[in-house]
């Protein structure tokens, strides 16, 4: 009861330390607002979604606590105990991110998308509900956003505007519209007040998650609340979302000629974006993961696959700018516009690229060293996975916990020099393994995540987004995938000591090293020909 009084004191002294965060925060935006109205409205509704954030933090603390005193920790008891809070403290925290929205939504994403970084319990309440049940705004905010943003109501300002949205997000949502000149358009509204609850938003809940830390020093998601601190600001503003989708097909013409013309981002018109307005060419096509539509336009799914991979690897290890919010709603699918059937009645695919708001630069430094990691994960080679994991900050303790991380692999399967290696199955004891592998190391995955740098922990994010795209494409895990990000980091290597020769001896010496790891892949390809090929004779 000792310490059951005490948690219950933390709870207490919690909640009433955000709600007076939640009052001042308040009141300096009534002081600091040109629209008295609009900011005497926020006074009184920040204090109270401040109010259920600190109640859901502390109930989900006292619940972990008292819940689990006293159980052995190895003890079956405490494992069936711990899926229970873990489920109930997932849905108090969708139930909060729901009903505060905003930047508490895009949260539960992160959270939702870090896949054996969290308790799978979470993951599986917050990953689709945070991606596809988001609010929208009324109509009349839409008419009252664009109205202050373009001058004019949406009727006034475009030739045709459907007031229902076509999805909603967490920052926005989007309406088809059609300008006086004809054409089609998406046009993307921010949700009304969302940058002026940020600040206050944010503010309470850094001091949440820090206070919690302080109080249970296991839990310990500082590093999160950290990203989404970098990143918030630059995803609001939707002229810099603009000018990444400009940069990216730019780098993907400049950089990777020979698939630029099967990437492709939406159009800007400029003359009808804002920051918080954006309006861009409609484009029609299935997600990502609409099989039964992709079918029909008779495209092939692994060409997809493959396609996706590709894209991504060119961004990570050739451009350095990356794309890192790739769930499937964000990947859309079309047929090249250029192509014909084939013999068999197949099309070309074309990557749709929506949502350019949450990029990340890689410097050469950083670019290079992901790429040497990656090259060294794909060939097994222990020795180069070791110093390049040690590079971001994974020690000898943590080196082989990083790679299983950025595989989901344990470390006996990674450095297992068999084609296959890194596939997953997708079979329920590949899934179980997964998860007990991150619940038996779940302290040393939060020290690792306070070492690596902050641009990695969005490359973990990125790479959970392309595993579960590519597993729905093909429903397993593709060991095509990796070879194709072995393949594409290996180039980006050796581009990178050719741009550096200063010797012919030197040039030619790289120009080997690239002939022998093209062999090397050729081998691992026609390998893996070969296992398809027994596959399907034993399923036959």
Known sequence: MVVARSIWGAKSKLAFGALALGAGAGAATVAKSDDPATALKLCTTVPVRLFRLSVTAATIAFDYEYSLWGLPEDGIER??????????????????????????????QHIGQLEYLVPQEYINTLRESMLNRCPTSSYDQVCQVV?????????????????????????????????HQGQKVAVKV???????????????????VN????LFPSFDYRWLVDEVHDSLPKELDFLNEANNSIKCMDNFRRLSPHIAEYVYAPAVYWNLSTSKLLTMGFVEGPQVNDLKSIQKLGINPHDIARLVSRTFAEMMFKHGFVHCDPHAANLLVRAMPSSKRGIFGRRKPQ?????????????????TNY??????????????????????????????????????????????????HLAIQGNASDHSELQMYASQYFPQITELLHKLPRVILLMLKTNDCLRAVN??????????????????????????????????????????????????????????WILQFRTALRLY
């Open 211 to 214: 206070t919690l830390h302080r």
């Open 79 to 108: 494992t069936r105990v711990k899926h229970e809070v873990h489920t109930r403290s997932a849905r108090r925290l969708e139930e909060l991110c729901f009903k505060n929205g905003g930047i508490y939504i895009k949260l539960g």
């Open 371 to 420: 790429a040497a990691l990656w090259k060294a994960l794909v060939l097994a080679d222990a020795k180069g996975i070791k110093e390049n994991c040690m590079k971001f900050g994974a020690g000898e303790d943590l080196y082989a916990l990083f790679a299983g991380i950025l595989t989901m692999r344990p470390w006996n399967r990674v450095i297992d020099p068999a084609v296959d």
């Open 190 to 208: 921010q949700h009304m007040h969302m940058t002026d609850t940020a600040a206050a938003d944010y503010a309470t809940v850094e001091l949440i």
């Open 351 to 367: 990557l749709v690229l929506l949502d350019h708001g949450l990029y990340k630069q890689l410097d050469i430094s950083m670019r």
């Open 471 to 528: 597993n729905a494409l093909i429903q397993r895990s593709s060991v095509e995938s990796f070879i194709i990000i072995g393949r594409v980091s290996s180039e980006a290597l050796i581009e990178e000591k050719l741009s550096h020769a200063t010797s012919l001896f030197t040039y030619l010496f790289v120009c080997f090293e690239q002939i022998s790891l093209e062999a090397r892949f050729l081998i691992m390809q026609v390998a893996l």
């Open 147 to 179: 109205k202050k943003e373009l001058g004019g109501p949406p009727e006034e300002i475009f030739e045709e505007f459907d007031p229902v949205p076509i999805a909603s997000a967490s920052l926005a949502q989007v309406h088809v519209a059609r300008t």
